[in-house]
Nanobody, 127 residues
Framework: QVQLVESGGGLVQAGGSLRLSCAASGRTFREYAMGWFRQAPGKEREFVAAISRSGDSTSYTDSVKGRFTISRDNAKNTVYLQMNNVKPEDTAVYYC????????????????????WGQGTQVTVSS
C-alpha cells in the first residue's frame, strides 16, 4: 500500500510559479506510475500530468503543456509538479495519484486507473 501526501500549494498571482510535491511512503515507489489531477469547485476531477515509473515518459493535458512539468525522484519517493505562468483557471485542489504498473515507460491519464490518492493541496491563482 502507498500513502501520498501533497504539499506546496498556496496563493500565487497570475504569471507566477509554484512547485507541488507529493511524498510517497513505502519502498516500492518506483513500481508506480504517478499522476497529478485537479478539481475546481463545481467541476469534475480532471487529468493534469502523468509520469512513468522510470520517469522517461510524461504526458500532459493540453491546457498545461508548455507551462507545467512533472518529474520524479525515485530516491526520495517524491513526484513534483512545476507550475509556471499560472492562470486563474488553474485554481483547483491538486491531487497526486499512484498506479502500479509493470511497464516502466507507461503514463496513465485515466482517473479510474489509479489505485492510491493523496488528500490534495489547494492552489489559488489571483488575477
Amino acid at each position: 500500500q502507498v500513502q501520498l501526501v501533497e504539499s506546496g500549494g498556496g496563493l500565487v498571482q497570475a504569471g507566477g510559479s509554484l512547485r507541488l510535491s507529493c511524498a510517497a511512503s513505502g519502498r516500492t515507489f518506483r513500481e508506480y506510475a504517478m499522476g497529478w489531477f485537479r478539481q475546481a469547485p463545481g467541476k469534475e476531477r480532471e487529468f493534469v500530468a502523468a509520469i512513468s515509473r522510470s520517469g522517461d515518459s510524461t504526458s500532459y493535458t493540453d491546457s498545461v503543456k508548455g507551462r507545467f512539468t512533472i518529474s520524479r525522484d525515485n530516491a526520495k519517493n517524491t513526484v513534483y509538479l512545476q507550475m509556471n505562468n499560472v492562470k486563474p483557471e488553474d485554481t483547483a485542489v491538486y491531487y497526486c495519484a499512484a498506479d502500479r504498473r509493470i511497464s516502466p515507460s507507461t503514463t496513465v491519464q485515466i482517473l479510474n486507473a489509479y489505485d492510491y490518492w493523496g488528500q490534495g493541496t489547494q492552489v489559488t491563482v489571483s488575477s
